[in-house]
């Protein structure tokens, strides 16, 4: 496991990463979901796709990976861009799982792989909107326990600038730019997700030219029981990017 520090914006963040198959020249980047790190996704592909230099980061604000910034995904995009400049290596293939998908489509590598990534809005069920609005009305009283109360699971235990930047990129809409992704792109979808549903997964392969979608068994971190039949998938799909 190593470090990095890479300014942006005048901030300064310390970036965890782990290499893996070092000596290879082609290079995988994988990044992880919202509220997770470089560990699971590992955990899932460390010991796959021996052909390609694996780089697991932990993003700004996770793992082992400092933020004192408020951002949206585009600065999470710029500082991993930032990150692979400072490693002097472009990414033959950018995989991503959840809020990971969004950074990886914005870097635009040859061979794209989302893993029930994230970008299409899904309504939110009557209970999460009550609690939105409530939280919306009550936030001028400034009670502190008001955030507690009604906080997503997805943002226990965050500092203000996480729970902002959270804020940030749960609600944008992203179809601008999977339209514009000009490689080959591979989608690997749970069947049963229902954080990023199938339907989404549906419309993003519609958006993109060059896109397949792979609906495997699972929920939202499926990619953990199939990452075999993953692995093998991108040496056939990606090999001639």
């Known amino acids: 496991m190593a470090s990095k520090e890479i300014t942006y914006k005048e901030h300064a963040f310390q970036l965890s990463y782990e290499l893996v198959n070092s000596s290879q020249k082609d290079v995988l980047l994988v990044l992880h979901g919202w509220g997770s790190n470089k560990e699971i996704m590992k955990q899932a592909f460390g010991t796959l796709l021996p052909e390609y230099k694996h780089i697991y980061l932990d993003m700004p604000g996770f793992g082992r990976s400092s933020n004192d910034m ?70 001028p009283l400034k009670f502190s326990f ?41 989608l690997f979808w749970g069947k049963e997700d229902t954080a990023t549903p199938l339907w989404t997964a549906k419309k993003i392969e519609k958006m993109i030219s060059d896109a397949t ?19 093998q998938t991108i040496t056939q799909q990606c090999k001639d990017q």
Request: charged fraction near 20%; hydrophobic fraction near 45%; charge should be neutral.
């Open 213 to 231: 979608l792979y609906p495997l068994d699972g929920d939202h971190f499926f990619f953990l029981k199939h990452a075999d039949l993953i692995a």
């Open 146 to 186: 008001i955030r507690k109360m009604f906080a997503s699971k997805d943002v226990e235990g965050m500092s203000h600038e996480m729970y902002e930047t959270f804020k940030n990129v749960v609600n944008e809409e992203f179809e601008q730019h999977f339209g514009k992704v000009a490689g080959t792109a591979l």
């Open 70 to 139: 408020v951002l949206e995904t585009e600065d999470y995009a710029q500082i991993v861009r930032l990150f692979l400049g400072s490693m002097n290596v472009s990414p033959k293939i950018c995989m991503g799982h959840s809020f990971g998908g969004k950074v990886s489509t914005l870097l635009n590598p040859s061979c794209l792989v989302l893993l029930s990534s994230s970008g299409i809005l899904v309504p939110k069920p009557l209970g999460v909107r009550i609690k939105i609005l409530l939280t919306k009305v009550l936030a």
